[in-house]
Nanobody, 119 residues
Framework: QVALVESGGGMVQPGESLRLSCATS????????MAWYRQAPGKERDTVAY????????YYQESVKGRFTTSRDNVKKTMYLQMNSVKAEDTGVYFC????????????WGQGTQVTVSS
């Protein structure tokens, strides 16, 4: 059974940092490109960043470039999102899942982790 468990969210002030984690099980994590998705209040879920299976190719949404860093540990089957210099517009529920590109299909979504940036 596939499990995607996001953690590390919370309420922070603008300019602070957070580190999100995504623990997975039930599928061959090391073979899949993985992505972080964000659903902001009143908006559709979008892709914040993704990392290919070998960790060498990484994409960031323009709005987070230079502030967010994603990484993965294929042995631990875990993905991370380091969020620095956060802004109010980073607020939302963050999900991890298989990248929905290149013929890959996301698994059923986990609960996500809430990130709230507010002064």
């Amino acid at each position: 059974q596939v499990a995607l468990v996001e953690s590390g969210g919370g309420m922070v002030q603008p300019g602070e940092s957070l580190r999100l984690s995504c623990a997975t099980s039930g599928f061959p994590f090391n073979l899949y490109p993985m992505a972080w998705y964000r659903q902001a209040p009143g908006k559709e879920r979008d892709t914040v960043a993704y990392i290919m299976s070998n960790g060498d190719d990484i994409y960031y949404q323009e709005s987070v470039k230079g502030r967010f860093t994603t990484s993965r540990d294929n042995v631990k089957k875990t993905m991370y999102l380091q969020m620095n210099s956060v802004k109010a517009e980073d607020t939302g529920v963050y999900f991890c899942n298989v990248l929905n590109q290149y013929g890959f299909t996301p698994y059923p979504w986990g609960q996500g982790t809430q990130v709230t940036v507010s002064s």
